[in-house]
């Protein structure tokens, strides 16, 4: 019913910053709360920020809390993640997932329904 992609990623060198979109399409009568996940390599998928549909609420893993921005502009269908001071464990390919639990607020990914193929992100020391 919505597909997702992915656009930002990018080189930066440490301390720089990337605003990844998440643009979604489709149809759709759903309103889904949206998360965004990492993966580097030789590790499991991670969550990085979630928000509810009506952007109220917020979620963040305490590695990038105070650094990284979730939002989003529904009128434009899409989601943002703002990542400042970036760092070189912040290294991997960033996915946008989607979720019809319009409340939901988390990191499990078994919550999610759809997701994006990713984005690479890579910040140098």
């Known amino acids: 019913q919505v597909q997702l992609v992915e656009s930002g990623g990018g080189l930066v060198q440490a301390g720089g910053s990337l605003r990844l979109s998440c643009a979604a399409s489709?149809?759709?009568?759903?309103?889904?709360?949206m998360g965004w996940f990492r993966q580097a390599p030789g590790k499991e998928r991670e969550s990085v920020a979630a928000?509810?549909?009506?952007?109220?609420?917020?979620y963040y893993v305490d590695s990038v809390k105070g650094r990284f921005t979730i939002s989003r502009d529904n009128a434009k269908n899409t989601v943002y993640l703002q990542m400042n001071s970036l760092k070189p464990e912040d290294t991997a390919v960033y996915y946008c997932?989607?979720?019809?639990?319009?409340?939901?607020?988390?990191?499990?990914?078994?919550?999610?329904?759809?997701w994006g193929p990713g984005t690479q992100v890579t910040v140098s020391s």
């Open positions: 997932a989607a979720t019809a639990q319009s409340d939901y607020v988390g990191g499990r990914k078994e919550v999610y329904d759809y």
């Open positions: 489709g149809r759709t009568f759903r309103s889904y709360a």
């Open positions: 928000i509810t549909w009506s952007g109220g609420r917020t």
